[in-house]
């Protein structure tokens, strides 16, 4: 970008400079000169028109270089914004992903607590009144509920992990074509600098 700046003003300086010596060679009078003078100052005058019209297309050869250099900046702006939002994107779902499976852990350990407590309060009542009573069979119960709810925390957790390792590995491919993306565009602007110097 800065280069693209410093070949502006710099075409911008030899337009100036070119229009400049046209405009003193074509107001340069040569009437009145003495004729052994006259050929030496109409060639001095013609060089210099010459010369300022090198200068004005070296300035319209360099204002070339300057669109083609903004419009592959433009370019590779689009290119290098649309990698970076794709990596941002995954990004953000990683921490959802993370999210999503450290609270359903939680859960399922807050679920396998439960399930040992009720397996411990089941036992306990078997072995208090046997395991033919209606209160073993209460403890059973709720002992089955708890460990159809722990199996399902269970379940929960692990679809979060996995979703949590699919989205962390899209995120890394995508990491990786975002720096290849950048070493691409990086060549071609060495490339189009290179080029248009």
């Given at each position: 970008?800065?280069?693209?700046?410093?070949?502006?003003?710099?075409?911008?300086?030899?337009?100036?400079?070119?229009?400049?010596?046209?405009?003193?060679?074509?107001?340069?009078?040569?009437?009145?000169?003495?004729?052994?003078?006259?050929?030496?100052?109409?060639?001095?005058?013609?060089?210099?028109?010459?010369?300022?019209?090198?200068?004005?297309?070296?300035?319209?050869?360099?204002?070339?270089?300057?669109?083609?250099?903004?419009d592959f900046?433009?370019?590779?702006?689009?290119?290098?914004?649309?990698?970076?939002?794709?990596?941002?994107?995954?990004?953000?779902?990683?921490?959802?992903?993370?999210?999503?499976m450290v609270?359903?852990?939680?859960?399922?350990?807050?679920?396998?607590?439960?399930?040992?407590?009720?397996?411990?309060?089941?036992?306990?009542?078997?072995?208090?009144?046997?395991?033919?009573?209606?209160?073993?069979?209460?403890?059973?119960?709720?002992?089955?509920?708890?460990?159809?709810?722990?199996?399902?925390?269970?379940?929960?957790?692990?679809?979060?992990?996995?979703?949590?390792?699919?989205?962390?590995?899209?995120?890394?491919?995508?990491?990786?074509?975002?720096?290849?993306?950048?070493?691409?565009?990086?060549?071609?602007?060495?490339?189009?600098?290179?080029?248009?110097?």
């Amino acid at each position: 970008l800065k280069d693209g700046r410093s070949v502006c003003k710099e075409s911008l300086i030899e337009e100036q400079y070119g229009k400049a010596l046209i405009k003193l060679a074509k107001t340069a009078s040569t009437r009145d000169e003495i004729s052994s003078v006259r050929p030496a100052w109409d060639s001095v005058k013609n060089h210099t028109e010459a010369v300022g019209l090198n200068h004005v297309q070296a300035s319209n050869q360099l204002a070339t270089e300057v669109s083609k250099i903004s419009d592959f900046i433009d370019s590779s702006r689009d290119k290098r914004k649309w990698s970076e939002d794709n990596v941002r994107t995954l990004q953000t779902q990683i921490k959802t992903a993370y999210k999503r499976m450290v609270d359903s852990k939680k859960v399922y350990e807050i679920r396998c607590r439960e399930e040992i407590q009720a397996n411990h309060l089941f036992h306990q009542e078997v072995a208090r009144t046997g395991r033919e009573t209606s209160g073993a069979e209460r403890a059973h119960g709720k002992h089955e509920k708890a460990r159809m709810g722990m199996e399902q925390a269970e379940e929960a957790y692990r679809s979060a992990a996995v979703s949590l390792e699919e989205t962390r590995a899209s995120w890394q491919k995508e990491t990786e074509n975002c720096a290849e993306t950048f070493q691409e565009l990086e060549s071609s602007r060495l490339t189009v600098l290179r080029d248009s110097a």
